[in-house]
């Protein structure tokens, strides 16, 4: 199976950053897309960022703001998030498709969230 690791969440002020980490272990052959999403209370999780090899999607209202990074060697995604703003606020997934042992497919495989809160 495969693990996600979310990490660097936190409460910041609008206007400021933070980083997003998700890290992937376990029996992983490979990683396809690796993207992220967000919940906030009431709505429907979206997607906020994906990347595959040589290529980006961003959602309109984090354009500009947010950029994903994937480092292949560590099994490792990053979102930087610039000039946050208080509609920002979510639990904030990642999400990969991988490739295991034994398996045909890429099977996609969610993390744990972790809570994003921009306010002053």
């Known amino acids: 199976q495969v693990q996600l690791v979310e990490s660097g969440g936190g409460l910041v002020q609008p206007g400021g950053s933070l980083r997003l980490s998700c890290a992937a272990s376990g029996s992983l052959i490979s990683l396809n897309t690796m993207g992220w999403f967000r919940q906030a209370p009431g709505k429907q999780r979206e997607l906020v960022a994906a990347i595959i090899p040589g290529d980006t999607n961003y959602a309109d209202s984090v354009k500009g703001r947010f950029t994903v990074t994937r480092d292949n060697a560590k099994n490792t995604m990053y979102l930087q998030m610039n000039s946050l703003k208080p509609e920002d606020t979510a639990v904030y997934y990642c999400?990969?498709?991988?490739?295991?042992?034994?398996?045909?497919?890429?099977?996609?495989?969610w993390g744990q969230g972790t809570q994003v809160t921009v306010s002053s």
């Open positions: 999400m990969v498709k991988a490739l295991i042992p034994k398996a045909s497919v890429y099977n996609t495989y």
